[in-house]
C-alpha cells in the first residue's frame, strides 16, 4: 500500500483511464466523420446519429459528457447571426391574410411555407428559394438564382408540384410578403393548383418561424462551410447539401427523425424540444 492506496485500487483506475481515454478517441474520430458531410451540425443532433455506434461499441455517453468531450477538443458549434434583408413587402400587389394563426397540421402536404435567403458567393450574393412542408420540415422546393427575380421562386414552386406527385387537395402555401410570392405569376400558379395563399401580416419572424429556421440551419451547418467558384458549382453543392438535410440530419421537433422519413409515413410527431414563449404568437412548427 502507498499513500493509502492498495495496488490494485491503483491498476483498476489507471485502466479505467486507459479505457475511457480510448473510447474518447474513437467517439471523436466518429464525430469527425460524421461532419465530413454535416460540417456545423450540433452537439444534440451528434447524440442522436451516434446512437447506434455507441450502442455497437458499447460506449456510455451522456448528453452532458458528449459536450465537455467536443469543447475540450474544440468541437463545439457556435451559430452566426444573419444580417442581409430579401424581403421587400413595400408593393402595390395584392396581399393575402394571415390563415395559420395556431394551425398545425396533421399530414404532409397540408402546408408548405416559403422564405427566400440569401448565400454570400465570392463578393456578392446568391439567392435560394425554400418550399418547406410544415408537418414533416422537408425541403419540397428549392432553386438557386443569382437575383431576387420572382422566377426563382416559381420553379421552386413548380419542383415542390412536382415532388407532390398529384393533386394537393386542402394545401396552404404560406409565405412573407415579398413581391416575388405577391406577383400575378406566382399567385396564378397557386390558384391554378387550388391552393390556398397565406401571408405574414407583419415583420416578426415568428410569423413564419419554419421557414426561418430553414434557411439558418441550411447556411449555418452546411453552406456557410464551403468555398464555391461557380454558379453550376453551388447549384451542385446546394442539391446535395437539402438531401444531407431530408435524409440525414435528425430534427428534434419531429423526434429526432429526418424529414424524409416522416414525409414518406406520416407517423405522429413528438417534439422533444421546450417552446420558451409565454406569449400565444404565430408560430408555424418551428424547428
Not at 459536450?67 to 468541437?75: P, R
Not at 398545425?104 to 411555407?113: C, G, T
Not at 416559403?114 to 439567392?127: A, P, V
Not at 418550399?131 to 431576387?148: E, M, N, P, R, W
Request: glycine share 4%.
Amino acid at each position: 500500500m502507498l499513500f493509502g492506496i492498495t495496488r490494485q485500487a491503483y491498476y483498476q483506475y489507471y485502466w479505467q483511464a486507459e479505457e475511457t481515454s480510448f473510447e474518447q478517441e474513437l467517439v471523436i474520430k466518429k464525430v469527425l466523420s460524421i461532419r465530413k458531410n454535416h460540417l456545423r451540425i450540433g452537439g444534440r443532433k451528434l447524440l442522436v446519429l451516434l446512437d447506434s455506434f455507441l450502442l455497437e461499441n458499447q460506449i456510455k455517453i451522456g448528453r452532458d459528457a458528449l459536450f465537455d468531450l467536443l469543447a475540450a477538443n474544440n468541437l463545439l458549434i457556435r451559430r452566426r447571426k444573419r444580417r442581409v434583408h430579401t424581403t421587400n413587402s413595400f408593393h402595390w400587389l395584392r396581399k393575402y391574410p394571415n390563415l395559420v394563426r395556431e394551425y398545425v397540421p396533421s399530414r404532409s402536404n397540408q402546408l408548405w411555407v416559403s422564405d427566400i435567403t440569401y448565400w454570400r458567393f465570392k463578393e456578392r450574393f446568391l439567392y435560394i428559394s425554400f418550399i418547406t412542408d410544415a408537418y414533416s420540415h422537408k425541403i419540397v422546393g428549392f432553386q438557386l438564382d443569382k437575383t431576387l427575380e420572382a422566377a426563382s421562386t416559381i420553379r421552386a414552386l413548380e419542383m415542390a408540384l412536382e415532388e407532390a406527385s398529384g393533386p394537393v387537395i386542402g394545401l396552404i402555401h404560406h409565405s412573407d410578403r415579398g413581391i416575388q410570392y405577391c406577383s400575378k405569376d406566382y399567385v396564378k400558379l397557386l390558384q391554378d393548383n387550388q391552393i390556398q395563399i397565406s401571408m405574414t401580416e407583419n415583420g416578426d419572424p415568428l410569423e413564419n418561424a419554419l421557414a426561418e429556421r430553414v434557411n439558418g440551419i441550411i447556411k449555418e451547418e452546411y453552406l456557410d462551410c464551403y468555398q464555391v467558384e461557380t454558379f453550376q458549382e453551388a447549384s451542385i453543392l446546394l442539391t446535395q447539401v437539402v438531401q444531407l438535410y431530408n435524409k440525414e440530419r435528425p430534427h428534434m421537433s419531429i423526434g429526432n427523425f429526418t424529414p424524409e422519413e416522416i414525409h414518406q409515413t406520416n407517423q405522429k410527431k413528438e417534439r422533444l424540444w421546450k417552446n420558451y414563449y409565454t406569449k400565444k404568437c404565430t408560430l408555424v412548427n418551428p424547428l
